[in-house]
C-alpha cells in the first residue's frame, strides 16, 4: 500500500484494515513522539503517550469528524493525553535537568554536531520551565511546523488567539534563553 491520503486510511481503518491502521502508525508515531516530548520532557512518557493515543484512535474513530483534518484530532489527543500525565502526576510544571540528546542534523564536524547538542538541550530546558500552553503553541508552530490555522483546529481557538498566544510565548521563551545570546 502506497502512502495513501489520512481520508483513505481512516476509512479502511473503519472497515477494519490492520494495513491502514499501521500505516497510520508510521505516519504519525514519530510527530506524536516529538510533541509529546517537548511537551513532557521525558523519553518515557512520550513512548507512553504515542502508545495511548493510538489506543484513543481506534477506540474513538466513531468521534472523528472528517471534515476536519486527521493530523488535528491526533494532535488534540496527544495534547490532552500529555496534560492528563502531568496532572495524574502532580507535575504540571516538571523541570527536567537531564534532557536528553535532541537529535542533531548530520554534520561533518563533531564540535557542530556537540553545539547543536547543547542548543537543542537548553532549548528543551527552557520550554519545560514554561507552561504547558506556551509549550504546546511553540511546540506546534516550530517543532510540528503547523500552520496558524492547523493550531487553531487542535487548539480549539481562533487564529487570532494562536497568533497571540504564540508571540507571548516566545516572548518568554526569549527571556528563558537570554543567556544563550553573545553580546
Known amino acids: ?39 513532557l520532557g521525558r523519553e518515557e512518557d512520550a513512548r507512553d503517550i504515542t502508545q495511548v493515543v493510538f489506543l484513543r484512535i481506534a477506540e474513538r474513530l466513531d468521534g472523528y469528524d472528517p471534515r476536519y483534518k486527521f493530523f488535528s484530532w491526533v494532535y488534540r489527543i496527544a495534547l490532552n493525553e500529555s496534560l492528563n500525565l502531568l496532572r495524574r502526576a502532580g507535575r504540571e510544571e516538571p523541570l527536567e535537568e537531564d534532557a536528553d540528546e535532541m537529535a542533531a542534523p548530520e554534520r561533518s564536524e563533531p564540535e557542530s554536531q556537540l553545539a547543536s547538542a547543547q542548543v537543542s538541550q537548553e532549548v528543551q530546558r527552557a520550554l519545560m520551565q514554561m507552561r504547558f500552553a506556551d509549550r504546546t503553541v511553540l511546540t506546534l508552530r516550530h517543532f510540528s511546523e503547523c500552520s496558524y490555522e492547523e493550531m487553531a483546529e487542535i487548539l480549539e481557538v481562533k487564529v487570532e488567539t494562536v497568533k497571540s498566544r504564540l508571540f507571548e510565548a516566545r516572548g518568554r521563551l526569549r527571556s528563558l534563553l537570554k543567556h544563550m545570546v553573545t553580546a
Open 1 to 39: 500500500m502506497d502512502r495513501e491520503p489520512d481520508e483513505v486510511l481512516v476509512e479502511g481503518l473503519r472497515r477494519g484494515d490492520g494495513a491502514a491502521f499501521r500505516q497510520l502508525v508510521v505516519k504519525y508515531q514519530r510527530p506524536l513522539y516529538n510533541a509529546a516530548y517537548r511537551v
